[in-house]
């Protein structure tokens, strides 16, 4: 009783916070006090809104998701497979691991000029931008995940006479999922930000080609637009995410 | 399946100074076939080694064990093994688990599932079957841990202090539990215990370990009737037995101590 209480109270005190910050938020460029040129406002914001999906912003949406998925699907298909092997076979791992952790510890934007010289400014060169923010936070954790076998469930498998291959499923793929939702946590922030960060540097559409033209032309509104499309999605993907960890709270020990 | 071990030693290397330890040292030993027979002896002494050699997952560095006059040679589906920790899969429920070492044989589904149906009848988890391992306590686990080696219907069942982690009241429990599964089942079986009492109530026959490195002292026989109750251990005839296994150990501790810090004493 107690607990569902307090935490509808936190719900209310989290709604509070919101509703006080956008009406400040209101309330201070229309008084005069703080100028809506650079801080628009949120009446403003859904005016340019309103206006943007009537005027091509859906198209936006639309190239800037396509690109954000296939480079997400790409890096999880390649994160997982190869942090799956990486994690499990010793040589393979002598062989790559230097160079992921080099990769990982790169500012891997500073690729992005050479990625949009050899894939051009469509599509491609986006989905490469995600792929490359995404995957290495899944790799390391995938990799991570494996190693945490518990040595005593491979003595187990052994014992019955398991093969590499057999251990290999069932103990390091089951072992390594919930790691492997925790990498896309940090892959999905990262994804978000090479689709966007591709399509500032050079686009034909997407919602970042919307926010660089705009802000090109200080109209700071429609900027907002994006910022906050941006926030909600991520928002929204994270929550996802959370939802599906709650399953391995089933079977997780402690 | 019978048992023999011919001068086997072991020797780990220790990962650190690169310095051979000497965990066995020319142990030799027969057992007949479906006996229960409980190895006993001071931590360390190499309890758990011998059953690794048994089950085939640490080779011999000189003498041999044979299973029904054969080498040991790897991991094989005549053994089986019931862990310490109980080693079960968290990601998997109590059925999934037992059927573990099934699926690992290439058993096929149906019948993997009949069998493991049954031994979770006998083992007593009737219910549970749904239920993941952080569900259940530790004598549970166990359960399930015996009930996924007794799955593979070994010839020899190898059982490393399989309640050491239990209270008391549990422990008797299911050492009774462990003598009612083995009247029906009568496989041969080795059990690694520490405690006395455990050891004189299941085994046919006891075996005393030294000290580091492991040899074996004695081997004692507990002529006992079957199927025994947990009231056994109030029979003069068990205390009999406990007592000179007992003294037994004391000098073998005693020996041990003496050779080291308590020397002079
Ligand atoms: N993998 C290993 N590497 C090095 N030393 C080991 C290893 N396993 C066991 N030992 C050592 O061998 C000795 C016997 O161990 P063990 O067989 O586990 O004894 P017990 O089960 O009787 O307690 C101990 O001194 C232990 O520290
Ligand atoms: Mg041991």
Not at chain 1, 29 to 51: C, E, H, M, Q
Not at chain 1, 140 to 153: A, F, H, Q
Request: proline residues 4%.
């Amino acid at each position: 009783m107690n607990s569902i209480n307090s935490s509808v109270r936190d719900k209310l005190l989290a709604i509070l916070t919101g509703v006080t910050f956008v009406g400040l938020w209101e309330i201070l460029p229309a008084s005069g006090l703080i100028n809506p040129f650079f801080t628009s406002s949120p009446s403003r914001i859904y005016v340019a809104a309103k206006w943007l999906f009537a005027n091509g912003f859906w198209n936006d949406i639309y190239v800037s998701l396509t690109q954000f998925t296939l480079g997400m699907l790409l890096a999880m298909v390649v994160g997982i497979v190869l942090g799956l092997l990486l994690g499990w076979y010793k040589t393979l791992n002598a062989m790559f691991e230097p160079f992921v952790t080099m990769l990982n510890a790169m500012p891997r934007v500073a690729l992005l000029p050479i990625i949009i010289l050899w894939l051009g400014i469509g599509m491609e060169s986006k989905i490469a931008a995600v792929f490359l923010g995404a995957f290495l936070p899944i790799i390391i954790t995938v990799m991570k995940g494996v190693r945490t076998v518990d040595e005593n469930l491979i003595k187990c498998a052994r014992s019955f006479g398991a093969n590499d291959a057999q251990m290999f499923l069932t103990l390091a793929v089951p072992s390594s999922l919930p790691f492997i939702v925790a990498g896309l946590h940090i892959a999905v922030g990262r994804g978000l930000v090479g689709v966007v960060i591709g399509e500032l540097l050079a686009s034909q559409a997407g919602v970042g080609h919307m926010m660089a033209k705009a802000s090109a032309t200080f109209q700071i509104d429609k900027v907002f637009v994006g910022v906050l499309f941006l926030a909600v999605f991520g928002y929204l993907l994270t929550e996802l995410l959370k939802l599906i960890e709650k399953q391995f709270e089933k079977w997780r020990p402690q | 399946m019978n048992i023999e071990a011919r001068n086997l030693s072991v020797d780990y290397t220790l990962r650190l100074t690169n310095e051979p330890l000497a965990a066995l040292k020319s142990v030799s030993f027969s057992v007949e076939s479906g006996k229960f027979v409980c190895l006993i002896g001071a931590s360390g002494c190499g309890k758990t080694t011998l059953l690794n050699v048994a089950a085939g997952l640490v080779a011999p560095s000189a003498g041999e064990l044979l299973l029904d006059g054969v080498p040991v040679y790897g991991p094989g589906r005549d053994r089986a093994m019931v862990f310490q920790s109980a080693a079960l899969l968290p990601w998997r429920t109590v059925f999934k688990n037992a059927m573990y070492g099934l699926e690992i044989q290439g058993y096929p589904f149906r019948e993997a599932k009949r069998i493991v149906s049954e031994l979770i009848d006998l083992v007593g988890l009737t219910g549970f079957e749904k239920s993941f391992p952080r569900e259940l306590s530790g004598g549970m686990q166990q359960r399930v841990n015996l009930a996924r080696a007794l799955a593979t219907q070994p010839k020899l069942l190898l059982m490393d202090e399989p309640f050491a982690s239990l209270d008391a009241q549990m422990r008797e429990y299911m050492q009774g539990e462990i003598e009612r599964i083995w009247q029906q089942t009568r496989q041969t079986t080795l059990f690694v215990t520490h405690s006395i009492d455990e050891a004189v109530f299941l085994a046919d026959e006891i075996i005393v370990m030294t000290s580091r490195p492991g040899r074996i002292k004695t081997t004692v026989q507990v002529d006992l009737p079957r199927p025994r109750a947990l009231e056994m251990k109030k029979d003069p005839r068990f205390h009999a037995i406990a007592d000179s296994l007992r003294d037994q150990l004391d000098r073998e501790f005693r020996e041990m101590m003496g050779q080291g810090i308590f020397q002079g004493d």
